[in-house]
């Protein structure tokens, strides 16, 4: 008995990795699916949301960006006598309203909107790459997740499968069939396997705060089962793979676009050393006089410059 009890254990071990499911116990949670995590991770983060903001107002900057500057209007007056402050005795005395429009150089709106639109491009695929890095970090928590709860249902097994050994193992003692080591290895055994139990249990609690905080919502904690499945097995080709990469790979495309702005900001600098430009309209208006004891119409002036 004592030398075929390793042998005896081993294949016990062996026999508990494949043990099905349906076994587990009826009060388990409800599984959880991977997926559904992942879109409730993309769709509530508050990081993710405050970048999405960010792109909408990156969105709302393009227009203004490649707009003419806001118009400028001047109230005032001129030519008023300082002795008497009447705006009916000189005749070039004027209230004046004039509009000034300034006009950039030619090209100039037109590469700051690139530049803008460039900030919006960048900022679209800065949420993807943030949106896939979330969706990477979920599904690997999930499945540390899936392995931990497999571990202890095994665990589990296992150890109820050293505690049956433990009280054969006694029995046989009892009667002299059975040596002391025997059951002194058995719970040696037994011990290992609670303390391994409750290293796996303490990491599933770990991970399913990991999940909670990638999920974005501390106030509701993620709990349940995961529902494990396994993927079918795919076939991968080398040049498929980089081809993909390069048409759909978010921080090439980020890259690209970054490359576009620097180039367009690059020709925007060079621009602005050239003058810009401005458009001036003023309208004078002038009171009538009086002169030889006749009232004197004056006409009102424009100007433009």
């Given at each position: 008995?004592?030398?075929?009890?390793?042998?005896?254990?081993?294949?016990?071990?062996?026999?508990?990795?494949?043990?099905?499911?349906?076994?587990?116990?009826?009060?388990?949670?409800?599984?959880?699916?991977?997926?559904?995590?992942?879109?409730?991770?993309?769709?509530?983060?508050?990081?993710?949301?405050?970048?999405?903001?960010?792109?909408?107002?990156?969105?709302?900057?393009?227009?203004?960006?490649?707009?003419?500057?806001?118009?400028?209007?001047?109230?005032?007056?001129?030519?008023?006598?300082?002795?008497?402050?009447?705006?009916?005795?000189?005749?070039?005395?004027?209230?004046?309203?004039?509009?000034?429009?300034?006009?950039?150089?030619?090209?100039?709106?037109?590469?700051?909107?690139?530049?803008?639109?460039?900030?919006?491009?960048?900022?679209?695929?800065?949420?993807?790459?943030?949106?896939?890095?979330?969706?990477?970090?979920?599904?690997?928590?999930?499945?540390?997740?899936?392995?931990?709860?497999?571990?202890?249902?095994?665990?589990?097994?296992?150890?109820?499968?050293?505690?049956?050994?433990?009280?054969?193992?006694?029995?046989?003692?009892?009667?002299?069939?059975?040596?002391?080591?025997?059951?002194?290895?058995?719970?040696?055994?037994?011990?290992?396997?609670?303390?391994?139990?409750k290293t796996v249990l303490q990491k599933i609690e770990s991970i399913k705060a990991i999940l909670t905080s990638?999920?974005?919502?501390?106030?509701?904690?993620?709990?349940?089962?995961?529902?494990?499945?396994?993927?079918?097995?795919v076939e991968l080709k080398e040049k498929e793979l980089i081809q993909r990469a390069a048409e759909n790979n978010?921080?090439?495309?980020?890259?690209?676009?970054?490359?576009?702005?620097?180039?367009?900001?690059?020709?925007?600098?060079?621009?602005?050393?050239?003058?810009?430009?401005?458009?001036?309209?003023?309208?004078?208006?002038?009171?009538?006089?009086?002169?030889?004891?006749?009232?004197?119409?004056?006409?009102?002036?424009?100007?433009?410059?």
């Amino acid at each position: 008995m004592k030398k075929n009890w390793p042998g005896l254990l081993i294949a016990t071990l062996i026999i508990a990795l494949p043990f099905s499911s349906a076994s587990a116990r009826e009060d388990e949670p409800a599984p959880i699916d991977m997926e559904t995590l992942v879109e409730q991770a993309v769709h509530d983060n508050p990081a993710l949301a405050a970048a999405r903001h960010e792109q909408e107002d990156a969105v709302f900057r393009i227009q203004p960006a490649g707009a003419l500057p806001d118009p400028m209007v001047m109230l005032g007056f001129m030519s008023v006598p300082v002795d008497t402050f009447a705006f009916d005795e000189a005749d070039m005395t004027q209230k004046i309203i004039s509009v000034t429009q300034p006009f950039p150089f030619p090209g100039k709106l037109k590469l700051a909107e690139e530049v803008a639109k460039s900030d919006s491009e960048g900022a679209k695929w800065q949420i993807k790459i943030y949106e896939d890095r979330l969706a990477f970090e979920v599904r690997r928590a999930f499945f540390d997740w899936s392995y931990s709860v497999e571990a202890v249902r095994i665990t589990e097994y296992n150890l109820d499968v050293i505690a049956q050994f433990t009280r054969i193992a006694t029995a046989k003692y009892s009667v002299g069939k059975a040596a002391q080591w025997d059951i002194l290895r058995a719970q040696v055994e037994h011990s290992k396997l609670s303390e391994r139990l409750k290293t796996v249990l303490q990491k599933i609690e770990s991970i399913k705060a990991i999940l909670t905080s990638l999920l974005g919502n501390d106030e509701v904690r993620v709990e349940g089962a995961p529902a494990i499945k396994f993927t079918p097995v795919v076939e991968l080709k080398e040049k498929e793979l980089i081809q993909r990469a390069a048409e759909n790979n978010p921080v090439l495309a980020f890259l690209e676009t970054m490359v576009e702005k620097a180039d367009n900001a690059a020709k925007l600098a060079r621009r602005n050393r050239l003058p810009n430009f401005s458009l001036t309209f003023s309208y004078g208006q002038r009171d009538n006089g009086e002169m030889n004891g006749m009232t004197r119409e004056r006409p009102d002036f424009v100007s433009g410059i």
